[in-house]
T-cell receptor
Framework: AQSVTQLDSHVSVSEGTPVLLRCNYS??????LFWYVQHPNKGLQLLLK??????LVKGINGFEAEFKKSETSFHLTKPSAHMSDAAEYFC??????????????FGDGTTLTVKP | DVKVTQSSRYLVKRTGEKVFLECVQD?????MFWYRQDPGLGLRLIYF???????EKGDIPEGYSVSREKKERFSLILESASTNQTSMYLC????????????FGQGTRLTVV
């Protein structure tokens, strides 16, 4: 069984300030973890993924996330927000591969607003 | 670049109509998925397919069926559209195996009137 909780449905930051989007997960196995971004009226795009090679994962557009097993967290951060970062962000937990690969669980999403 | 293409961006259909949503991917992915996305509910899996002619129900399959006759194409069928099926529908695909991310189409916004 697996689940994912995005702790904030909305986050608002000023341009140039840090971004923190929080995600907690639960899983009965060693999960794969992903962050996706969705801009208005678009599909989802992968930001980064945790592959168990390193706990600090760097993604596109300056985003990174840290896997903390003891806290079952995978929070997304960016040092300095840009106006183009305004979007909806999804944390996703997936089981090991094979036929179970389809059983990903998506968080409810966090809407990031960036103020000028 | 991986491309997942959904046949329509916007659709308006009448209650009771049979509706087909088509999705094509060009990367020879084994897995294909259909999700619906509603405000406050995130993405919910309707059906997925891990091979040609193979399908599994997701979390909300009622009122939907799917077809995968060719590896690159995955169709979602609303047998008799209802207003509560008004939603954004997203298709995705990926390779089988661990740590493989999904690639998404641009979405189809379906309105049933």
């Amino acid at each position: 069984a697996q689940s994912v909780t995005q702790l904030d449905s909305h986050v608002s930051v000023s341009e140039g300030t840090p971004v923190l989007l929080r995600c907690n997960y639960s899983s009965s196995y060693s999960p794969s973890l992903f962050w996706y971004v969705q801009h208005p009226n678009k599909g989802l795009q992968l930001l980064l993924k945790y592959t168990s090679a390193a706990t600090l994962v760097k993604g596109i557009n300056g985003f990174e996330a840290e896997f903390k097993k003891s806290e079952t967290s995978f929070h997304l951060t960016k040092p300095s927000a840009h106006m183009s970062d305004a979007a909806e962000y999804f944390c996703v937990v997936s089981p090991p591969g094979g036929s179970n690969a389809g059983k990903s669980t998506f968080g409810d999403g966090t809407t990031l607003t960036v103020k000028p | 670049d991986v491309k997942v293409t959904q046949s329509s961006r916007y659709l308006v259909k009448r209650t009771g109509e049979k509706v087909f949503l088509e999705c094509v991917q060009d990367m020879d992915h084994e897995n294909m998925f259909w999700y619906r996305q509603d405000p406050g509910l995130g993405l919910r899996l309707i059906y997925f397919s891990y091979d040609v002619k193979m399908k599994e129900k997701g979390d909300i399959p009622e009122g939907y069926s799917v077809s995968r006759e060719k590896k690159e194409r995955f169709s979602l069928i609303l047998e008799s559209a209802s207003t509560n099926q008004t939603s954004m529908y997203l298709c995705a695909s990926n390779f089988g195996g661990r740590n493989t991310e999904a690639f998404f189409g641009q979405g189809t916004r379906l309105t049933v009137v």
